[in-house]
């Protein structure tokens, strides 16, 4: 298992609906030994159907961004904290641990847009999605039977996605439920910004923000180069400081590949923030050359130029 530290990214990005849903079970089942994966199993289905259209009462999710991919990278990184957090004797109980894993899967699903609204792109409900998020996470934990699971502890979880909320400033009902919610924040951050493809990604990250009406960058490249002191500036203090340093426990989960903490995800970041200087030397026309994986920016900037 060492070995696979040493091939780039192969440990983390397991993306892929079905590999995520059996690691993170599997990871459940030994953190909390004889506790059911039934809600895990189902709400992993439902989120993959929900995704593609294909759950009552929604259309297809059409952000480029924030997607299933994302989704499901973000779901697996808050088991992998919650696992880690475990091995470092800071136990959270079987339900607030369900709780954040349904929260990481339904936290960005405000963004998918009902059949019955009237709007051009899901991206036109990013403000205030969070909220949207979190209904839908208390009326689905409802319908299973989980309504101890219900509206307020998931509008407190899921407001450590916010990139407006004071994570210090939120008043969680216990310390498992805040460790919760700062492990799914983490995740959210962590898992996107250490992802291989984050660079070419961001390309769609500007054409949803276009589609939001968030006109805070002018261009494609302009959030690129701005994107290093986002980190600096603001993620990195909410993750060590806002959040308590929880990302931690993903450095104690990956002890599992290797006989030290070595937290994957902070070091990929750091990766993609070190490549990101080269890409934003080659300039405003040049910059894509330097971003060419799986064609994401090509595809990004045929829409931008259509």
């Known amino acids: 298992m060492a070995s696979l530290l040493n091939d780039t990214y192969a440990p983390i990005f397991v993306n892929r609906a079905q590999l995520c ?34 759950y009552p009462g ?28 475990a091995r470092d004797n800071e136990i959270i109980g079987s339900g607030l641990a369900e709780a954040a894993i349904v929260a990481a899967l339904f936290h960005d699903v405000g963004l998918i847009a009902r059949t019955d609204e009237q709007v051009t792109s899901g991206a036109e409900l990013t403000v205030g ?9 208390a009326d689905y934990l409802a319908e299973k039977g989980r309504d101890e699971l ?13 990139l407006g909320a004071d994570p210090q400033g939120i008043r969680f009902s216990s310390r498992e439920e805040r460790i919760a919610g ?46 290093g002191d986002f980190y600096t500036t603001f993620v990195k203090v909410r993750l060590e400081q806002g959040f308590e340093n929880v990302v931690r426990f993903a450095g104690t989960y990956f002890t599992r590949f290797e006989n030290q903490p070595r937290n994957l995800y902070l ?28 064609g994401v920016v090509e595809r990004a900037l045929d829409r931008l130029t259509a």
């Not at 998931?154 to 450590?160: A, E, G, V, Y």
């Not at 910004?193 to 769609?204: F, G, H, V």
């Open 21 to 54: 849903l059996e690691e993170c079970t599997d990871l459940f089942s030994q953190v909390y030994r004889g506790v059911s994966t039934e809600l895990l199993e189902t709400a992993f289905e439902d989120t993959v159907r929900l995704f593609h259209g294909n």
């Open 150 to 162: 219900g509206l307020r502890t998931m509008q407190r979880i899921i407001s450590c996605t916010a």
């Open 182 to 227: 700062y492990i799914l924040g983490s995740a959210d951050f962590s898992a996107q910004m250490s992802d291989r493809l984050y660079l070419e990604k961001l390309s769609m990250l500007f054409i949803e923000m276009q589609d939001a009406g968030i006109t805070m960058y002018k261009d494609a490249f302009d959030l690129l180069q701005r994107t």
């Open 58 to 85: 929604f259309r297809a999710c059409d952000t480029p961004y924030h997607d299933l991919e994302h989704t499901m990278a973000v779901a697996l990184a808050t088991m992998r904290m919650i696992a880690g957090a």
């Open 129 to 137: 999605h969070e909220v949207r998020s979190s209904a839908f996470a």
């Open 267 to 294: 070091e990929y970041i750091e990766k993609n923030l070190d490549y990101l200087n080269t890409a934003v030397a080659a300039g405003p026309d040049e910059w894509w050359t330097h971003l060419r994986r799986e």
